[in-house]
């Protein structure tokens, strides 16, 4: 039986990669080498705020350090700002809402678990007035895994009960270092899949929790702690959710 599901934002919930992939070129389009920079820093890795930090260091590599860790820092907001506002007009993944409704309907706990810093991740979700269906939302800097974890505890739910969506390898990554099912959002083909747990968007989502949800669990059922920054993040979203 399905307890919680978990929904990756960018790509799953909200047609936004495409946006913010648009918003981290304008950011640097207009300096010069910065689209170079760019494209280095994206290939370690990391937050926004680690790529931003490398493509200032790209940009002066001789730089005084407190100077470029200032131009990485107001690069990284800037990005941020221009997310904000592509993603507040944003369109939702097809059969988004009339998903959420129908599992909280159902009784299922709804969190979201995303790599967005979490305070920009809970303004934007309550901005889009999705918080009525959500019993925690989690962001960075804590990794996907270790969010979905502190869902896990905060819920009581063993893995085997809980079902992460999302459309990114991270996603899958999360899912499978924990035993928890997946279902793979391929509107973009970041992720390739086939068969029920596979689909373009979310207008199938809650038949096809309804059929995992007539079947009997198996497996164990594991107690999983929360990490500690995690952990923060949840206190953070529930204590904000009333306001």
């Known amino acids: 039986m399905i307890r919680l599901v978990l929904f990756d934002f960018d790509g799953t919930l909200v047609d936004s990669n495409a946006l ?3 918003c981290m070129r304008a950011i640097v389009a207009d300096l010069p080498g910065g689209l170079a ?3 280095k820093a994206r290939r370690l ?3 926004r705020y680690r790529l931003f930090a490398e493509a200032a260091r790209l940009l002066d590599p001789c730089g005084e350090p407190s100077a470029i ?3 990485g820092r107001a690069l990284a907001a800037a990005y941020t700002r221009c997310c904000a506002r592509a993603i507040a007009a944003a369109p939702e993944r097809r059969g988004a809402r009339a998903a959420l409704a129908a599992l909280k309907a159902r009784g299922i706990k709804i969190w979201v678990n995303s790599a967005t810093p979490h305070s920009d991740l809970l303004a934007i979700v309550r901005g889009r007035g999705l918080l009525a269906w959500l019993d925690g939302v989690l962001g960075g800097p804590a990794s996907k895994t270790a969010n979905l974890r502190a869902a896990l505890a905060a819920e009581g739910v063993a893995p085997r009960q809980a079902l992460m969506v999302g459309d990114g390898p991270d996603d899958l990554e999360a899912a499978r270092a924990l035993g928890t099912l997946f279902v793979a959002i391929t509107a973009e083909n970041r992720l390739a899949g086939k068969g029920p747990f596979a689909m ?3 207008a199938r989502l809650p038949a096809l929790v309804d059929r995992i949800r007539s079947r009997p669990l198996r497996g164990r059922k594991a107690s999983v702690p929360a990490s500690r920054s995690a952990r923060g993040n949840l206190i953070l979203a529930r204590s904000r ?3």
């Open 20 to 22: 913010k992939r648009a």
């Open 37 to 39: 920079a760019l494209e």
């Open 45 to 47: 890795g990391g937050n």
């Open 69 to 71: 860790a200032r131009r």
């Open 200 to 202: 373009r968007d979310l």
């Open 241 to 243: 959710k009333s306001h």
